[in-house]
């Protein structure tokens, strides 16, 4: 089951390994997906935005949720952007968990209290054996935290970037986007998305789901002469 925080914080259920592009990340998949238990205890990945960071956090959550579910694994995902205004005591108990999650801790720059629990957490989940996935936007040494001892217990383990998906990946990443939507986005329509649209995966995911509802309510089939009458009206 996973960690009932008193927030409002939900894993979306978009985000699974099924529909993550690997690129050149298939290793960090397959570690992130291994279930011995003399796996690597702790994981940092970084990258900057929309690189799949989040993703892969909640994927691994909703792999080891249902590949366990009969025995009650214990996962928590703490996505510090919702979380960094409360108090730090959000890290008591974590150790417990069979593996726990913690995106964006570049956003604990400046906050000590914030450092001081986490550098706690980490020594405690690595006592009790706690697989600990840790992300930001730059690697341990570039995040300008000010816990020195932080920064050094953040490189206990692998350490692996993400890198912006290619032109073929993205191409890829649409169809499989599309695929999950129930419909199939032919080669062409997706080259023109590429070509004439925002070029971050975010923003074209987006505007998949734009065009997805759109030939839903006109019942229409996405041909590029209707995506540019919808990319149209968008501006």
């Known amino acids: ?14 985000f699974t390994f099924d529909n993550f592009v690997a690129g050149d990340s298939q290793l960090l998949i397959d570690l992130l997906k291994n279930k011995n238990p003399k796996i690597e205890k702790q994981i ?11 993703h892969l956090l909640q994927a691994l959550c909703q792999y080891h949720s249902e590949l366990h579910a009969k025995k009650n694994i214990k996962l928590s995902y703490l996505p510090l952007k919702q979380l960094i205004d409360f ?3 959000i890290f008591q108990g974590q150790e417990i968990m069979d593996i726990c999650c913690i995106d964006d801790v570049q956003l604990l720059k400046d906050k000590s209290h914030w450092q001081e629990a986490l550098f706690d957490l980490i020594n405690r989940c690595r006592e009790a ?9 730059q690697p341990p040494a570039e995040i300008n935290i000010e816990l020195k001892d932080l920064v050094s217990r953040l ?13 073929n990946n993205k191409h890829q990443a649409l169809q499989q986007r599309a695929q999950c939507r129930g419909f199939d986005l032919e080669d062409n329509v997706a080259s ?13 995911f987006s505007v998949l789901d734009t065009l997805d509802k759109a030939q839903l309510q006109q019942h229409r ?3 590029i002469p209707f995506v540019k009458l919808v990319l149209e009206a968008l501006k």
Do not use: V
């Open 192 to 204: 023109y998305l590429l070509n004439n649209c925002n070029r971050n995966i975010a923003d074209l």
């Open 44 to 54: 940092y990945i970084w990258g900057a935005a929309h690189t799949g960071k989040t």
């Open 129 to 137: 054996g706690t697989r600990l996935i840790i992300s930001a936007n």
């Open 1 to 14: 089951m996973f960690t009932q925080l008193t927030l409002d914080i939900a894993l979306k259920d978009s």
């Open 155 to 167: 490189q206990w383990g692998p350490i692996f970037k993400l890198n912006e998906l290619s032109d």
């Open 87 to 89: 108090s730090p005591e």
């Open 221 to 223: 089939r996405l041909t």
